[in-house]
């Protein structure tokens, strides 16, 4: 199993421009998350599903936008760059045992750079 | 709402000294607690999780956390910790009716003296 998967692992972006942060997993996971992580904050969720056809916001979500079409992807896109997006991006997925607390399991993040 | 409180943002040890990583939290719901730990340049990997039942849990790498509902604080320990412990450690929260999400404290970096 590969897990958790990202790409790109770097992306450099000028104000403005639009792009896609991608994420898959393999472990048929029902829960799919998006996470930033900024020095000093620690790490605040911007987006997540609970399965395919299903998302919601989380504590940062302006700015991107979310989809699940299948179970394995949940890409995240910017719409419009901007360089308070200047960040690491973790996508972390999980299997719903219907009582919580389930273990989330992370990728290796995509480090973007607005300038 | 939720908030995680990491008192400690840098903790320097000696190799082989004990170490403890202090978390408190304040949530108004039942909630569900996690070590997690960063290794340089990589993602976050789960040390242990508090769910229920007995308030000492040992996780992975020799780490323990215990649970104080009274005072509301999950504290992590090691008791001799070694260089390749040198990593950001993160303490969070979940909800316990709801959908998974974490809600993280500021992180704690460990680094360990040779």
């Known amino acids: 199993n590969a897990g958790v998967t990202q790409t790109p692992k770097f992306q450099v972006l000028k104000t403005g421009q639009s792009m896609t942060l991608q994420c898959a997993q393999d472990?048929?996971?029902?829960?799919m998350s998006w996470y930033r992580q900024d020095p000093g904050m620690g790490l605040r969720l911007i987006h997540y599903?609970?399965?395919?056809?299903?998302?919601d916001q989380g504590e940062v979500p302006n700015g991107y936008n979310v989809s699940r079409s299948t179970t394995e992807d949940f890409p995240l896109r910017l719409l419009s760059a901007a360089p308070s997006q200047t960040s690491v991006y973790f996508c972390?997925?999980?299997?719903?045992?219907?009582?919580?607390?389930?273990?989330?399991?992370f990728g290796p993040g995509t480090r973007l750079t607005v300038l | 709402a939720q908030s995680v409180t990491q008192l400690d943002s840098q903790v320097p040890v000696f190799e082989e000294a004990p170490v403890e990583l202090r978390c408190n939290y304040s949530s108004s719901v039942s909630v569900y607690l996690f070590w997690y730990v960063q290794y340089p340049n990589q993602g976050l990997q789960l040390l242990l999780k508090y769910l229920s039942g007995s308030t000492l849990v040992k996780g992975i790498n020799g780490f323990e956390a215990e649970f104080n509902k009274s005072q509301t604080s999950f504290h992590l320990r090691k008791p001799s910790v070694h260089i390749s412990d040198t990593a950001e450690y993160f303490c969070a929260v979940s909800v316990k009716t709801g959908a998974n999400n974490l809600f993280f404290g500021t992180g704690t970096r460990l680094t360990v003296i040779p």
């Open positions: 472990m048929n996971h029902e829960y």
């Open positions: 599903s609970v399965g395919a056809g299903i998302t």
């Open positions: 972390a997925s999980a299997h719903r045992s219907g009582t919580g607390g389930d273990t989330q399991y």
